[in-house]
């Protein structure tokens, strides 16, 4: 921040996209989080940490098949979550009956808006 008098202050600022899936966006993200792996390598280290239970393997690219991932062993690849409220419809989830399924492909027409945004950025960001 400068101030040139007491009244008026300028604040630097940076251009924003309006849409958050544009490359430009995406590509500030990658940037982002691979400063915070590099600048603050003492919170997380690659290989570090175990998977949780259950995972969602978003594979490479969008169109790629998604499905469930229960990790066997000691499996310690980079991961990410998404913590959000579940809207009032019909969240997807996973229970004993749906699980065999879930681990050979998720369709995506009852998830919500939220959750097929999140598979599409984790794609983005290149991690699976």
Not at 73 to 79: I, L, M, N, R, S
């Given at each position: 921040?400068?101030?040139?008098?007491?009244?008026?202050?300028?604040?630097?600022?940076?251009?924003?996209?309006?849409?958050?899936?544009?490359?430009?966006?995406?590509?500030?993200?990658?940037?982002?989080?691979?400063?915070?792996?590099?600048?603050?390598?003492?919170?997380?280290?690659?290989?570090?940490?175990?998977?949780?239970?259950?995972?969602?393997?978003?594979?490479?690219?969008?169109g790629?098949l998604?499905?469930?991932?229960v990790?066997?062993?000691?499996?310690?690849?980079?991961?990410?979550?998404?913590?959000?409220?579940?809207?009032?419809?019909?969240?997807?989830?996973?229970?004993?009956?749906?699980?065999?399924?879930?681990?050979?492909?998720?369709?995506?027409?009852?998830?919500?808006?939220?959750?097929?945004?999140a598979?599409?950025?984790?794609?983005?960001?290149?991690?699976?």
């Amino acid at each position: 921040m400068t101030s040139s008098s007491s009244s008026s202050m300028k604040i630097a600022s940076r251009h924003v996209s309006k849409n958050s899936c544009s490359p430009e966006c995406i590509g500030l993200a990658k940037e982002w989080l691979d400063d915070c792996l590099q600048s603050h390598s003492g919170y997380w280290k690659p290989g570090l940490y175990f998977l949780p239970t259950r995972v969602i393997d978003v594979g490479e690219h969008p169109g790629d098949l998604v499905r469930l991932h229960v990790p066997g062993g000691a499996q310690k690849p980079q991961y990410v979550a998404l913590s959000y409220c579940w809207d009032s419809g019909n969240p997807l989830t996973t229970v004993q009956k749906t699980l065999k399924a879930h681990q050979k492909s998720i369709v995506f027409g009852s998830s919500s808006a939220t959750f097929r945004d999140a598979v599409w950025v984790t794609q983005q960001l290149g991690i699976r």
